[in-house]
């Protein structure tokens, strides 16, 4: 059963001793990486819903980090929601993670991205749309190709393909894997903002702005001087997390199992 976390942790200053601020005029929530896990998704936009309306009344602005699709059962559920939350006049804003990169490539018929998309969970989001596993798993990467682009909603692959790159909010940078340290956001190569790993998690220096970001599994919330990382591994852990940014406050939300 799941039960809701609220975690408050000490912020993190800037070089000048002024702890980052998104602003005073609105809140902001940010989610990490979902994949597939619409019943944690549910969990979650509920706590924040809670949350909001415990704090004074203000303008919200909700950030995916990306990564909504593969490894958990309910991808096309999730993009499903997603859209719903995105076309209800909600202000949502929703970045691009390497998942959806793939994803996209491949319902466009690219079958040079279709063994790399099996390998990342791609087969259980096809099952969600329909394709069971017992038949994707003998079907060859030409088939899977052909498949999703006659059973994959076309709508579904250019609402994905429309989500940014990176989205700035005061003090805070939101991204979904992270950036090339000391390169201005404006020179930054989209690959590396939804594909980096080492060269950002490694980095112990400051970067221009906060960067709020997922893609890197870890068991806790990463709260550090330069950077912090959502993704607890939802698909497996039953941990998806949300981060709330206030002025210069900042909480999280966090499901959970017991």
Known sequence: MAHPMLKFLRRSDDQDGTPPSVG????????????????????LLGMLVADDALRPG???????????IDRGPHSAQVVERVRALHGSGSDIRLLKGNHEEIFVMAARGDQGAVGFFRRIGGMETLASYG????????????????????HVPRADVDFLDSFVDHLTVGDYLFVHAGIRPRVPISEQRPSDLRWIRGDFLNHGGRH???????????????????????????????????????GADRWFLQTGET
């Open 131 to 150: 394709l069971p596993l017992s038949l994707s798993a003998d079907m060859d990467d030409g088939a899977i190709a052909h498949w999703m682009l006659n």
């Open 208 to 246: 221009d702005k906060m960067v709020v970001h997922g893609h890197s599994i870890t068991l806790e919330v990463e709260n550090l001087a330069n950077r912090i990382g959502i993704d607890t591994g939802a698909y497996y852990s039953g941990r998806l997390t949300a981060i709330g940014l206030e």
């Open 58 to 68: 203000k303008r919200r602005c909700l950030i995916l980090l990306g990564d909504l």
């Open 24 to 43: 005073d005029d609105w809140r902001v929530y940010a989610i990490g990486d979902i994949h597939g896990r619409l019943d944690l998704l549910d969990q």
